[in-house]
Nanobody, 129 residues
Framework: QLQLVESGGGLVQPGGSLRLSCAASGFTFDYYAIGWFRQAPGKEREGVSC????????TYTDSVKGRFTISRDNAKNTVYLQMDSLKPEDTAVYYC??????????????????????WGKGTLVTVSS
């Protein structure tokens, strides 16, 4: 079984924080890019952040830069998304996804909505007063 399991979603007030976790089961992240995506009501799925597990390089969409931080814990085979200064517009179902990389792409945080190998089931983040 090759699975991704997200956790950490919930209800938080504007300005608050949440930390999402993405744990791999049945494989290791060593040679993967891992991305966080989200889908808000009435909107298409968008990429939020991406990390090359091999190199640690990261990318963020403009709307979350300075507020969200993606990181990895090698010992736990887990990727995190620390979300600070949350806004109502951050409300969405957040998905973790992983994509196997090869050769030079191992070093690059490349995550695309239609190109990921494995997806988690999602965790709901609601930012509201």
């Amino acid at each position: 079984q090759l699975q991704l399991v997200e956790s950490g979603g919930g209800l938080v007030q504007p300005g608050g924080s949440l930390r999402l976790s993405c744990a791999a089961s049945g494989f290791t992240f060593d040679y993967y890019a891992i991305g966080w995506f989200r889908q808000a009501p009435g909107k298409e799925r968008e990429g939020v952040s991406c990390i090359s597990y091999f190199s640690g390089s990261t990318t963020y969409t403009d709307s979350v830069k300075g507020r969200f931080t993606i990181s990895r814990d090698n010992a736990k085979n887990t990727v995190y998304l620390q979300m600070d200064s949350l806004k109502p517009e951050d409300t969405a179902v957040y998905y973790c996804a992983a994509d196997r990389k090869y050769n030079s792409d191992l070093f690059r945080p490349i995550c695309t909505s239609n190109g990921m190998d494995y997806w988690g089931k999602g965790t709901l983040v609601t930012v509201s007063s």
